[in-house]
């Protein structure tokens, strides 16, 4: 199920090149707000599954229909845009003073959201090493939990896949017996709802285009910024729940 983000800020938001940037690659939709109205009716025909807001910017009536929609939906988050403090007219569970960087941003969010009780992940790639490597750093965890298979060839990994019993893929591109742009390609065409994140290892810009033109999963580098595994850990909380 996609899920429905809530803005309500100001017209000129810092927020949203940030929220635009972040929720690109997720299946997600954002709607912005500068009103407490217009968003009051939106809540008349949807229901968000993340509510970003700027107090004062909330009326009461707004606030109001927020609190019953958490009373009947406990795993609906809200998060304080702006500096904590005062009376604030919502159960916010964290609040974002003003925008950071994409992965600071990432790291804290997920902290905050509701996950199944154990998040399955399948790792896809010809290196031992990097199966190991995510299996070791993360089944230790709880709250969630982590369940971690790994498979050495696209192949093997389009039939686990297929069984549907995982909550994510890490992919890598270069392996024998199936590709892993054929493999992300298979997910594709065969319409499979799971996330993708890719895990490569020096490809070219070429190859990257192309897997851009299969779809838009997230894309990252073995070795360089951002692939550090509490890095890649909140990456795949982000996906599981965004989407």
Do not use: C
């Amino acid at each position: 199920m996609n899920k429905k983000i809530l803005v309500l800020d100001k017209e000129d938001s810092p927020w949203i090149p940030l929220f635009e940037e972040f929720f690109a690659d997720t299946s997600s939709t954002l709607h912005f707000f500068h009103d407490s109205r217009p968003a009051g009716a939106f809540l008349q025909k949807e229901t968000p599954n993340v509510v970003f807001a700027r107090p004062e910017r909330l009326s009461l009536a707004l606030s109001q229909k927020l609190k019953v929609l958490r009373q009947n939906m406990p795993e609906l988050r809200f998060f304080q845009l702006g500096n904590a403090g005062g009376n604030s007219p919502l159960p916010f569970d964290a609040f974002f003073s003003e925008p950071s960087m994409l992965n600071p941003f990432q790291r804290r969010l997920v902290q905050h959201l509701v996950y199944p009780e154990v998040i399955h992940v399948l790792v896809v790639d010809d290196e031992a090493e990097i199966g190991v490597m995510i299996r070791d750093f993360l089944e230790n965890r709880v709250f969630p939990a982590f369940e971690v298979e790994w498979t050495e060839d696209g192949k093997k990994g389009l039939e686990l896949i297929e069984k549907g019993k995982h909550d994510i893929v890490v992919l890598d591109v270069k392996m024998p017996i199936l590709d892993g742009r054929d493999v992300y390609r298979e997910i594709v065409n065969r319409k499979y709802k799971i996330p993708v994140i890719i895990f490569f290892d020096a490809i070219s810009g070429d190859e990257v285009i192309q897997i851009h033109q299969i779809g838009r999963p997230v894309i990252v580098e073995k070795g360089f910024l951002h692939s550090s595994m509490p890095d890649m850990m909140a990456l795949i909380k982000k996906k599981v729940f965004f989407g």
